[in-house]
C-alpha cells in the first residue's frame, strides 16, 4: 500500500501563492505518477496535474496551466504543487492521488486526506 499526506494548504488572498506538498510513504516502488485533483463544494473532484513518479511529463488542466507547476524531490518522496496567480474559483480541497499518469479521478488507488486551499477576494 502507499501512503499519501498533504499539506502545505490556507488562505490566500487573489492573487497570491501557496506550496502544497504530498508526501509518499510505504510501497513507492509501486508508483506509476502522482496526480493533483480538487473538488469545491458542490462540485465533483477534478483533475489538476500530474507528474510521474521519476519526475518527468507534466501535465496540467487548462484551468491551471501556466500559473501551476508540478514538480516532485526524489530525495523526499515528495510531490508538490506549486499555485501562482490564485484566483477565486481555485478555492477547493486538494487531494493527491497515487495511480497511472492519468486525468480521471478513477484510474487512481490511492488518495491523501486533502488539504484546503481558500482564496479570498
Known amino acids: 500500500q502507499v501512503q499519501l499526506v498533504e499539506s502545505g494548504g490556507g488562505l490566500v488572498q487573489t492573487g497570491g501563492s501557496l506550496r502544497l506538498s504530498c508526501a509518499a510513504s510505504g510501497r513507492t516502488l509501486r508508483i506509476s505518477a502522482i496526480g493533483w485533483f480538487r473538488q469545491a463544494p458542490g462540485k465533483e473532484r477534478e483533475f489538476v496535474a500530474v507528474i510521474s513518479w521519476s519526475g518527468y511529463y507534466p501535465s496540467y488542466a487548462d484551468s491551471v496551466k501556466d500559473r501551476f507547476i508540478i514538480s516532485r524531490d526524489n530525495a523526499e518522496n515528495t510531490v508538490y504543487l506549486q499555485m501562482n496567480s490564485l484566483k477565486a474559483e481555485d478555492t477547493a480541497i486538494y487531494y493527491c492521488?497515487?495511480?497511472?499518469?492519468?486525468?480521471?479521478?478513477?484510474?487512481?488507488?490511492?488518495w491523501g486526506q486533502g488539504t484546503q486551499v481558500t482564496v479570498s477576494s
Open positions: 492521488a497515487a495511480g497511472p499518469r492519468s486525468q480521471r479521478v478513477n484510474d487512481y488507488d490511492s
